[in-house]
């Protein structure tokens, strides 16, 4: 699962490299694609449900599973989120992070380091002796609603491992000491997913996109965990 993080982190890095105005989200998902292929890896979202792409990139209000299309061009101010599996010697890894295409806007970085942040909360929750999956999720709101942003509800993080999402579910929101036991040697993704305005979503007529109904901005940071004798270790994170 070390080596399926690592690549899945690679690829991310490999996409963000091309991040910039005047580039479709189509480009960037090529750019995974080899990245991942190259290291002997599949792209695990490939074909997952019938997804049409390597990575879900998703544009400012698409909250996840935004389609890479030619037809969408990142511009000046948007924030991107690059979600990634890979898959290699029978696991997978699943990891995200939100970038900004060249200078935007005050509240959008606030956002975006808000759910990066919100996720060091959680994961700092999952390390404790006795954790449940209900302290990741507390954790993760508590910290976000502090900041006025709000998490989303209908999506959640989840057990990785041969399949990409296992169980348990593993909420962005919950109460501690609640909710099933985390335990040694288990791997989950933690991944907020965080608005700025309202918490409720909306799906698309693509079947895929899922959107903030309100169309405000939304962020997603996400790594795979183990939880390991030493503490937590996160396996997708290169950089
Ligand atoms: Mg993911
Ligand atoms: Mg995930």
Redesign the pocket.
């Known amino acids: 699962m070390r080596i399926a993080g690592r690549i899945t982190g690679e690829a991310i890095l490999a996409g963000a490299e091309m991040i910039r105005p005047g580039v479709s989200t189509k480009a960037i998902d090529e750019k995974i694609r080899h990245t991942i292929e190259k290291a002997g890896a599949k792209p695990s979202f490939l074909g997952y449900g019938g997804f049409p792409g390597s990575a879900?990139i998703s544009v400012n209000e698409q909250v996840?599973h935004g389609i890479p299309s030619y037809h969408r061009i990142l511009e000046e101010g948007d924030i991107v989120k690059l979600?990634?599996?890979a898959y290699i010697d029978g696991f997978h890894g699943?990891?995200?992070n939100t970038f900004p295409v060249g200078k935007i806007s005050e509240e959008a970085q606030k956002l975006i380091d808000v759910t990066r942040e919100s996720f060091f909360r959680g994961l700092e929750a999952a390390g404790k002796e006795g954790a449940r999956v209900g302290d990741i999720g507390a954790a993760v709101d508590g910290y976000v609603t502090s900041f006025g942003c709000t998490t989303v509800k209908k999506y959640v993080g989840h057990g990785v491992g041969a399949d990409l999402h296992e169980d348990p579910n593993v909420p962005n929101f919950g109460r501690p000491g609640h909710g099933p036991k985390l335990c040694r040697g288990m791997v989950i993704?933690i991944?907020p997913m965080i608005n700025l305005g309202r918490p409720e979503v909306r799906e698309l007529s693509d079947g895929w996109t899922v959107v903030t109904a309100d169309g405000s901005l939304s962020a997603?940071y996400?790594h795979t965990v183990a939880l390991t004798e030493n503490g937590p270790e996160m396996l997708t994170k290169v950089d």
């Open positions: 879900c996840i979600d990634v599996g699943d990891s995200a993704a991944e997603h996400e």
